[in-house]
């Protein structure tokens, strides 16, 4: 039997990558993806927990999650598209128009 | 069999779904987007009816429609209201007049109203996201503008990124507690004297952050000043008015409730922040040549005051900061009701000095501006005083004297960038002719948040009460 | 024994790969990662009795969201992104951040305490196969907000259309 700690530690190393990606990448599309692999590394954990508590609520925040990342995959690109539709940049450094 | 649980507590947040939808159908009809606008604050008054009307909790105490809720959802109906009379013909000029915009505006309301109600924490994160998913895609209503964009891609990311904090705090607590039901984790953390643990000083933490993000209190505002400088003004209203207050209204019960026992440990945290959001909000301000932007450091110096609120964290705290954010929606709507005004085919009247004697031309509008200038800063008789007043007394008798001496300098700050406006409007010759945009619904915003303003200002007492009526109403059911 | 293995394997896997995915500088690369990661994340997922959450693991995270991602930054043919530099001239903070959080993570962790367990119990799941046993719970007590989750959908269509559409008839 595995320990629940050793899917938590695997879960915080996920998050605090996708923390670390999100905080030093300038590329929309890229900081995005980091975002992906936080709720990844969260979505681990609350799997974990749902199995080792044995009650299904870490399952259903888990479903509700990924349904909530292609929500979010959806607009997010949807935003990226029309932003580079006027600017063709995905470099959030770039992005200066509105600076006081 | 399971029995279906009653639907009345949920009613209005059915009733809303129903008019958004209903709204996003007949924009294939409807040619006049006019009418539409009409239409949607017809159903945000048929909802706000609705939200005096109910009360109780429903779906095993997942959905609460308490007091509290009840007054946090009169903000939300109220500000969405003036959001959108502000909007008719602003949306027009900017080229994106569509139907879709108001039924967003809709959707975003209703997750608002249900992160105001969310008893169990599930229900809350997906308020949220139905919220900020709405928002986002607002922020970059503009399409053909690059600063829409570039509003939306900034508050995209930094909107998801908090999503992702706030989830693995939730994560944690679960993990800890077994439940997500926010009276069940409460429970579960005073009778296991959980309280030291530092697992759950880790869940506090990524919460604290998750909401800084959400009410844009410093350090975690860096997206706001950029995001309400490039969003569309009327949009730019709507979310430092709403967002914030529901992020208040989901800390509010978060802290309070699931967090109780913690309270010396929360404090600790919020109160470093709620200083920080203060001098970050004020000092910045006073640089600034955009009066979007500027007011944005001003929401971030105000989401600072009302934080003082929850600090306190007693009954007569969360009152005064519910009170706070209500006057805070006339005074903040009040006054970029007068941004857009000046904004005109070919001119967006966004430089503090395209104020510079606006009074000689433009009286009224002129002294509208001043009063929800003088409120903003907190001068007597208006408003925004009395919000101040409330929030600075609940935490001098929750023993924060010193907080509140603090606050006070810095609202005194915060006189030399309102004050600038005003000075402009009145001591200064017209450098070009501005011509304002009038419609009949700018003007009713405008009606309604001055008298707003002026009437809280001048008899505020029955404002605080109904505050504390609401939080006893229920709270902690 | 072998339980360990599989964990070790795939946590090993997972976490090179995470690594890996932020740091390369050709987003078509880093997708294909992240793919080879889901796999692994969904395999993990299935060791923890949660079919239901490994089967849309693949389903909506591998086929819908990264080729979502994929079509996105074909469409966009970046191909000044394999010349810029791929992280912020500060990224040494970044991973100081980085370090600090996992630092607090794991003292977090290591004095974690299980909350107290339920009936969701691999028999009862056995009983009525996974996908059952999680329906029931999400069709009765989780209904609110899985009528929640519907409209962020809803919310996530209209965006797209009226953010990404090329034109709008007004």
Known sequence: MVELQWYLYLSAAVFTIGVFGFLTRRNIIFMFISIELMLNGVNISLVSFSHYLQDPRGQILAFFVITVAAAEAAIGLAIIISVFRNKETVYVDEMTETKG | ???????????????????????????????????????????????????????????????????????????????????????????????????????????????????????????????????????????????????????????????????????????????????????????????????????????????????????????????????????????????????????????????????????????????????????????????QTNIKRMLAYSSIAHAGYALMGVIAGTPEGLAGMMSYLLIYAFMNIGAFAIIIMLRSEGFSGENISDYEGLSKKHPVSAALMLIFMFSLTGIPPTAGFIGKFYVFMAAVNAGYTWLVVVAVIFSAISAFFYMRIVMYMYMKEPRREVELTTSPALGLALAISALGVLVIGVFPGRLLDLARIAITLGWGL | MLPELFFYYNATVITVLSALVVTRSNPVHSIMLMLVMFFHIAALYLFLNAEFLAAIQIIVYAGAILVLFLFVVLLLNLKKELVTQIFIVRWPLGLVAMAGLLVLMFAGIKSFTLGPTGDFTIEKIAGETHTAAIGTVLFTEYIVPFEVASLVLLIAIIGAIVLAKKQIKT
């Open chain 2, 1 to 287: 069999m399971v029995e279906f649980p009653p639907l009345g507590p949920v009613m209005p947040e059915i009733l809303m779904t129903g008019f958004a939808l209903l709204i996003l159908v007949l924009d294939l009809v409807i040619k006049r987007k006019e009418t539409l606008a009409f239409l949607s604050v017809a159903a945000a008054a048929v909802v706000m009816y609705a939200v005096l009307g109910t009360s109780g909790v429903t779906f095993s105490g997942m959905f609460a429609a308490d007091g509290y809720s009840m007054f946090f959802k009169l903000i939300f109906l109220l500000s969405l209201i003036l959001s959108i009379l502000i909007s008719v013909k602003y949306i027009a000029i900017e080229r994106v007049n569509y139907g879709e915009y108001y039924s967003l505006m809709l959707f975003s309301t209703l997750g608002m109203m249900i992160m105001a109600s969310a008893g169990d924490l599930i229900v809350l994160y997906l308020g949220i996201e139905l919220m900020a998913l709405s928002t986002y895609v607002l922020a970059g209503f503009i399409r053909h503008a690059v600063k829409s964009n570039e509003a939306a891609v900034k508050y995209f990311l930094l909107g998801a990124f908090a999503s992702a904090l706030l989830l693995y705090g939730i994560s944690l607590l679960y993990g800890l507690t077994g439940t997500t039901d926010i009276k069940g984790v409460a429970a579960y953390i005073s009778d296991n004297g959980l309280a030291g643990n530092p697992a759950l000083m880790l869940s506090v933490i990524l919460f604290v952050v998750a909401f800084g993000f959400k009410i844009a209190a410093a350090p975690f505002h860096m997206w706001a000043p950029d995001v309400y400088e490039g969003a569309p003004t009327s949009i730019t209203a709507f979310m430092s008015v709403g967002p914030k207050a529901a992020g208040f209204a989901a800390m509010g019960r978060v802290f309070l409730i699931a967090f109780a026992s913690l309270q010396v440990q929360w404090a600790a945290i919020l109160i470093p922040l709620a200083i920080v959001t203060m001098a970050v909000g004020n000092i910045i301000a006073i640089s």
